[in-house]
């Protein structure tokens, strides 16, 4: 996980609220994943990014979620109108090219909905 | 529907024995497995890989079996030092590379001295 940074690592948001988070990769690596980790459970993918192209978003849920990665700045996991159920770890990671799977993971943001 | 599963929660090893993770899946079309691990307050990090056409890849202490027919990998460690305690992922592609992976629960391996 060296380099993938994530922030905030934790996040409380009251329902209703929007939530955001951001992964900044690492250095050199043009594409991100995201994935979620809900308690009991293992990382299940949600969206993979090239800079200023979502390739992959099959995973991630038809309504209030919302990601991209802009040609400057980190990638954004942006949650609407948050309700309970979000309630997760959110892990990102990188890699410097399609065709690579992702060596190390952020260490995570880990949202509470109140 | 859990295509992925690691059926136990949690292990626990003497330290300098063999730990042994499991793993099984469902899909068929997988072809492509990774074990990754992950520390408290970190993010899963890449362990070692293995493709389908192969049954056995060796690094250093971890080993990883494939048993495509059981449709089951296992890890094993040897041997285990407290610093493997660890909680250990199993995941699974259809190629290598895909950008999809499907990861199971975890297993929480614990090294004892």
């Known amino acids: 996980n060296a380099g993938v940074m994530q922030n905030p690592r934790h996040l409380v948001r009251r329902r209703g609220q929007e939530a955001r988070l951001r992964c900044s990769p690492m250095?050199?690596?043009?594409?991100v994943y995201w994935y979620r980790q809900l308690p009991e459970e293992g990382l299940k993918f949600m969206v993979y990014?090239?800079?200023?192209?979502?390739?992959?978003e099959s995973g991630m849920p038809k309504e209030r979620f919302s990601a991209e990665f802009p040609k400057e700045g980190p990638s954004i996991l942006r949650i609407q109108q948050v309700v309970r159920g979000d309630s997760a770890a959110y892990f990102c990671?990188?890699?410097?090219?399609?065709?690579?799977?992702?060596?190390?993971f952020g260490p995570g943001t880990r949202l509470t909905v109140t | 529907d859990q295509q992925v599963k690691q059926n136990s929660p949690s292990l626990s090893v003497q330290e300098g024995r063999i730990s042994i993770l499991n793993c099984d899946y469902t899909n068929s079309m997988f072809d492509y497995f990774l074990w990754y691990k992950k520390y408290p307050a970190e993010g899963p990090t890449f362990l070692i890989s293995i493709s389908s056409i192969k049954d056995k890849n060796e690094d250093g202490r971890f080993t990883v079996f494939l048993n495509k027919s059981a449709k089951h990998l296992s890890l094993h460690i040897v041997p285990s030092q407290p610093g493997d305690s660890a909680v250990y992922f199993c995941?699974?592609?259809?190629?290598?590379?895909?950008?999809?992976?499907?990861f199971g629960q975890g297993t929480r391996l614990t090294i004892n001295p």
């Open positions: 990671a990188s890699s410097p090219g399609q065709g690579i799977n992702p060596r190390y």
């Open positions: 250095k050199g690596h043009s594409h």
């Open positions: 990014l090239q800079k200023e192209n979502i390739i992959d």
């Open positions: 995941a699974a592609s259809e190629i290598q590379g895909a950008q999809k992976l499907v």
